[in-house]
Nanobody
Framework: QLQLVESGGDLVQAGGSLRLSCLGS????????VGWFRQAPGKEREGVSC????????YYDDSVAGRFTISRDNASNSVFLQMSSLKPEDTAVYYC??????????????????WGQGTQVTVSS
């Protein structure tokens, strides 16, 4: 059974940076497609970024493209989300998720089986 634990969320000023970590245990995370999702109060969960298990292809939602970078570190069984130029609208609980296979888009939360507990990111203006 794959388990995921996120960390790195914090309170940061607009324009600042944060690095979120998703640590996998129980299985090798490099065998999975891994996505980062976020949910703001009163809003639906949305896909932010994902990295596939095929050539480590990466995808980004338009709202974060150019500001966020997803990466893997197989040695630590982790996936990271480097967030820069943060905006107040980036405030949300961020979740990492993993799945062995997806159908149409790795940014769709319905494609994912394993989920972490989330980490809070708050960006002040």
């Amino acid at each position: 059974q794959l388990q995921l634990v996120e960390s790195g969320g914090d309170l940061v000023q607009a324009g600042g940076s944060l690095r979120l970590s998703c640590l996998g245990s129980g299985k090798n995370l490099d065998n999975y497609n891994v996505g980062w999702f976020r949910q703001a109060p009163g809003k639906e969960r949305e896909g932010v970024s994902c990295v596939t298990n095929y050539h480590d292809s990466t995808y980004y939602d338009d709202s974060v493209a150019g500001r966020f970078t997803i990466s893997r570190d197989n040695a630590s069984n982790s996936v990271f989300l480097q967030m820069s130029s943060l905006k107040p609208e980036d405030t949300a609980v961020y979740y990492c998720a993993a799945t062995g296979w997806y159908g149409t888009s790795c940014l769709r939360d319905s494609e994912y089986v394993y989920w972490g507990q989330g980490t809070q990111v708050t960006v002040s203006s």
